[in-house]
């Protein structure tokens, strides 16, 4: 059994590949075949992906892939004060424009 990746590279247990669809990147532990294609498991997400949809990429690229995610904003006081102004800004709803008149439908009992 051969898994080739989008470009035809031969991939097999231990290189490095990145995901077309997500991009996510990882090392591969297992290959597989079914009557479905041909299939390399990720270290990183533990998924299996059809060879076609990776790419076959070099140590110094999944190390520069892998470590590019952008870090999560430090949560302080000032940004959750900040955030809950503006939800509360959006909650507010104008009920001067609501017809309450007898033609409603009446509540159910």
Same mark, same amino acid.
């Given at each position: %059994? $051969?898994?080739? #990746?989008?470009r035809?590279?031969t991939?097999?247990?231990?290189?490095?590949? *990145?995901?077309?669809g997500?991009?996510?990147?990882?090392?591969?532990?297992? !290959?597989?075949? #079914? $009557?479905?294609?041909t299939?390399?498991? %990720?270290?990183?997400?533990? @998924?299996?992906y059809?060879?076609q949809? !990776? $790419?076959?990429? #070099?140590k110094? *690229?999944?190390?520069?892939?892998?470590h #590019?995610?952008?870090?999560?904003?430090?949560?302080?006081?000032?940004?959750k004060?900040?955030?809950?102004k503006? @939800?509360?800004k959006?909650?507010?709803?104008? @009920?001067?424009?609501?017809? %309450?008149?007898? $033609?409603?439908?009446?509540?159910?009992?």
């Amino acid at each position: %059994m $051969e898994v080739t #990746d989008a470009r035809g590279k031969t991939i097999l247990k231990g290189f490095y590949v *990145r995901y077309s669809g997500t991009g996510n990147v990882g090392k591969v532990t297992d !290959l597989k075949s #079914d $009557e479905n294609g041909t299939w390399a498991k %990720m270290d990183t997400t533990e @998924l299996w992906y059809q060879g076609q949809y !990776l $790419e076959v990429i #070099d140590k110094a *690229r999944y190390e520069k892939l892998n470590h #590019d995610e952008t870090p999560e904003p430090e949560e302080t006081s000032d940004n959750k004060e900040k955030v809950n102004k503006k @939800l509360g800004k959006n909650k507010k709803i104008k @009920l001067d424009d609501v017809d %309450m008149s007898s $033609e409603l439908c009446d509540g159910g009992g």
